[in-house]
């Protein structure tokens, strides 16, 4: 049987996510977004057609937003996952649109979208997962006890041995930063989505974790702009950086 890597994303974030902080910087990127979420809610076609979302995606990014703030407890894995998604595609098409906090015009470099297939959104799915796995041994500190913490919180999101095993053996594989680059190469969309999610799978308080964000960016292209609107919107600004 397939991984479902939708419900995996969903199991990474149940519980507090990969680090302390994960939430947080999920619901700083929510919050600084509800004029975006609520075009999607309603009829703003033409911010539906550049972000990719439907009323069915922004319903999962409020479902996501609820079990951060503790206001659903009923969310499903995929929803959350799905959540996770859509408010990375969200934060991308945001990071993309606006130069900087003090200047709203759209940027000429924004990626073109076109809708993603099943097979797209969960080959996406999987590449944002490896990035936060990835993150997660930025800086070469995943021991015993971390393991057996995660596995323990993979475990209590019922997400099943196999999803267990899927992560636990990620974490303890080399890097796998050049499949990654591979899969965001002429994907701006996604690399913006690759670097928020990193972002939200680490806490940024070493020098290889910012080191291996730096470099993550630059392997990526993303501009310093986009970094910085991505970083702003999850309340980061202050924690990583790029040469």
């Not at 971390?146 to 209590?156: S, T």
């Not at 965001?184 to 070493?206: C, F, G, H, K, W």
């Amino acid at each position: 049987m397939a991984l479902n890597f939708m419900d995996l994303l969903g199991s990474m974030i149940q519980g507090g996510g990969m680090t302390p902080s994960s939430n947080q910087r999920m619901s700083n990127a929510g919050g600084g977004l509800q004029d975006l979420l609520g075009s999607l809610m309603g009829a703003g076609q033409t911010v539906k057609n550049k972000v990719g979302g439907d009323n069915l995606a922004a319903t999962g990014i409020g479902a996501l937003l609820g079990a951060l703030t503790g206001k659903s407890q009923s969310t499903t894995l995929n929803s959350l996952g799905g959540g996770l998604m859509g408010l990375l595609g969200m934060m991308a098409y945001k990071a993309f649109t606006n130069k900087g906090s003090s200047n709203n015009n759209v940027n000429q470099n924004q990626p073109a979208y076109n809708p993603p297939t099943p097979q797209q959104q969960a080959s996406d799915a999987e590449i944002i997962l490896l990035a936060m796995i990835d993150a997660a041994k930025s800086d070469g500190q995943v021991d015993a006890n971390e393991l057996n913490k995660i596995m323990a919180k993979l475990q209590e999101s019922g997400i099943g041995q196999e999803g267990v095993n899927y992560v636990i053996n990620k974490l303890n594989s080399p890097m796998e930063t050049t499949k990654i680059l591979a899969a965001t190469r002429n994907r701006p969309d996604l690399a913006a989505q690759v670097y928020a999610a990193s972002l939200m799978a680490i806490e940024v308080d070493t020098d290889a974790e910012r080191n291996y964000l730096d470099k993550l960016a630059k392997g990526m292209g993303l501009t310093a702009d986009v970094i910085g609107n991505i970083e702003e919107m999850t309340g980061t600004s202050n924690t990583s950086y790029v040469c």
